[in-house]
């Protein structure tokens, strides 16, 4: 079964800087998912990547596919406190059975 | 659009009393999914609807848990005896279809005492 390895497990950065946070699959990825979650809340969707190559952005956040298609990459630019939170990646590993990454929990510093 | 709801947000238990949990979908949401989330980790899927049929239950363990879709729309999530390890996040989602994307609800947060 697939397995999506997240990295760094936590960050803290100043406010104002910019970040990356990357996603490693043991398989090729079909489709990945980019989620926010906010303790004690319920993960909110992002963005979706399916071609190799592919970038996405929203307002700060860019998320991109490689072109070999097993990892992924999300980066935040000039970040706020606003963006705060676990960062989740997930995957299609097999069976169409959408699976994650163990969570990046990012903190920003006034 | 209403998103995806689940109730109770909070459940406090003894263990070995059961508990339930329910999921209502975003509307026209054929793909439902029931995960358990512990905390520091991500979620792991327990079961996946298809409709009302349930495609993907591989990880539930299912001397305890029990899960159904009637109709294809509303799920239940059911533990009948928790257990102390049971306490934990468990969150429902629901896609259009496979391989869309999904959509979370708040949670429902189990402690088991």
């Known amino acids: 079964s697939q397995e999506l390895e997240q990295s760094p497990q936590s960050l803290i950065v100043q406010e104002g800087k910019n970040l990356t946070i990357n996603c490693t699959s043991s398989?090729?990825?079909?489709?990945l998912y980019w989620y926010k979650q906010k303790y004690g809340e319920g993960l909110i969707f992002l963005m979706m990547?399916?071609?190799?190559?592919e970038e996405k952005s929203h307002e700060k956040i860019t998320a991109k596919l490689d072109e070999k298609k097993q990892q992924s990459s999300l980066h935040i630019t000039a970040s706020q406190p606003s963006h705060a939170g676990i960062y989740l990646c997930?995957?299609?590993?097999?069976?169409?059975?959408?699976?994650f990454g163990q969570g990046t929990r990012l903190t920003i510093n006034p | 659009e209403a998103g995806v709801v689940q109730s109770p947000r909070y459940k406090i238990i003894e263990k070995k009393q059961p508990v339930a949990f329910w999921c209502n979908p975003i509307?026209?949401?054929?793909?439902l999914y029931w995960y358990l989330q512990n905390l520091g980790q991500g979620p792991e899927l327990l079961i996946r609807?298809?409709?009302?049929?349930?495609?993907?239950d591989s990880q539930l363990p299912k001397d305890r848990f029990s899960a159904e879709r009637l109709k294809g729309v509303d799920s239940t999530l059911k533990i009948q005896p928790a257990e102390l390890g049971d306490s934990a996040v468990y969150l429902c989602?629901?896609?259009?279809?496979?391989?869309?994307?999904?959509?979370f609800g708040q949670g429902t947060r189990l402690t088991v005492v």
């Open positions: 609807y298809e409709n009302e049929e349930a495609v993907d």
């Open positions: 997930g995957a299609d590993g097999g069976a169409q059975k959408l699976v």
């Open positions: 398989k090729t990825l079909y489709g």
């Open positions: 509307s026209g949401h054929n793909t």
């Open positions: 990547l399916q071609k190799g190559g």
């Open positions: 989602a629901s896609s259009l279809r496979p391989r869309s994307e999904a959509f």
